[in-house]
């Protein structure tokens, strides 16, 4: 009797649940026809699936395993990325209505989170009538043909944005199609050699072998986005290393990549520019560079505020408060130094 009513009060959920998503697309068809590998992840995750609730009375049938598989692929295009408050991928979530908002490569609003709840903020003054429209890909990402792949990967459509056509127009496409096709053997150098050298806790070769193929991207015309992994790859494995000096150098040249390619006149930066600008803070602190530190937190605060609101409690949660306070008395009692040194000097004049 009570598996018969686990059965019925776990229907009754999904039957609501896909009413709820009615409105989103799965793009199942195209995906199945193009790709054998997520074929075989969706009939893993509907046996996953089956698995896990049939100790709750889920039956198992053909029209349940279609439901699976439906919302197995809703969940591949609609789904929102969840970041944590260092912004970190924790999970993925289904937002109704917000997987309506449509896609631009510039767009006038940004997805946040707080937990699990979901915010759509304008990163921009919109017009009235204007339509509110966030990016499906890191809008930082300064190559039209990167990014349109992305989309079509993910999402089965070509891009038209006022940003994309006017790129179409300044026609650099035939460059950018020849910097990708040459990325493929660096990336696998990347991923396969420094990667794996970490994950057995070699941190300095894989540094080293970081360094030696960054030479090699500055020396050549590779996109932006590789020369930003490996800033936070090296930045990464320098802390681990606890060579902050170095550490200091790649975060400060991250930002500053970073700010070129997120910051626009009239936007609010992304919400990542936060973390970046925290990091730095955090590695001016341990170079006793005071001042620095104080600019750079004072930045990651300011940007944090903007995205949640001043009285948000988000701010405590991704900046570490007593690092701030520290930072702020070591850098009085540097200027209060100083300025005794100052007078002693005069003093000795005199």
Do not use: W
């Not at 995205?307 to 701010?315: A, M, T």
């Amino acid at each position: 009797m009570k598996t018969d009513n686990k059965n019925k009060e776990f229907m009754a959920n999904l039957k609501l649940f896909n009413e709820q998503i009615a409105t989103m697309i799965s793009n199942a068809g195209k995906i199945l026809k193009k790709s054998d590998d997520k074929k075989e992840e969706a009939m893993n995750y509907a046996m996953v699936t089956f698995l896990k609730n049939y100790s709750q009375g889920f039956e198992v049938n053909m029209d349940n395993f279609k439901t699976v598989i439906h919302l197995y692929f809703i969940s591949i295009c609609n789904g929102f990325g969840i970041a944590d408050n260092q912004m970190l991928r924790i999970g993925t979530g289904l937002y109704s209505p917000t997987n309506l908002i449509n896609h631009s490569c510039e767009p006038s609003a940004m997805v946040i989170f707080n937990g699990k709840r979901q915010f759509i903020v304008s990163c921009r003054d919109i017009e009235p009538d204007e339509e509110i429209t966030i990016s499906y890909v890191d809008n930082g990402i300064k190559e039209r043909l990167i990014r349109s792949q992305y989309l079509i990967d993910q999402y089965y459509f070509n891009c038209s944005c006022i940003r994309c056509l006017k790129q179409i127009q300044e026609n650099t496409d035939k460059s950018e199609l020849q910097l990708s096709q040459n990325l493929s053997e660096d990336l696998e150098q990347l991923n396969l050699q420094a990667l794996q050298l970490e994950q057995e806790g070699q941190f300095k070769v894989s540094l080293d072998i970081l360094l030696s193929l960054l030479e090699t991207v500055k020396q050549g015309c590779y996109i932006s986005q590789i020369q930003k992994e490996i800033y936070e790859r090296i930045t990464y494995l320098a802390v681990q290393l606890k060579d902050y000096k170095t550490a200091s150098v790649f975060q400060n040249q991250l930002v500053d990549l970073c700010e070129i390619l997120y910051l626009q006149k009239d936007h609010l930066p992304h919400p990542l520019m936060a973390m970046h600008y925290y990091q730095q803070g955090k590695l001016m602190s341990q170079r006793k560079k005071y001042d620095e530190s104080v600019l750079a937190l004072q930045k990651a605060s300011s940007l944090i505020s903007d995205y949640y609101g001043i009285k948000s409690k988000i701010d405590g949660k991704m900046i570490d408060e007593k690092l701030v306070n520290e930072v702020n008395e070591n850098l009085l009692a540097n200027i209060q130094l100083q300025q005794n040194k100052k007078n002693k000097s005069k003093d000795n004049q005199l």
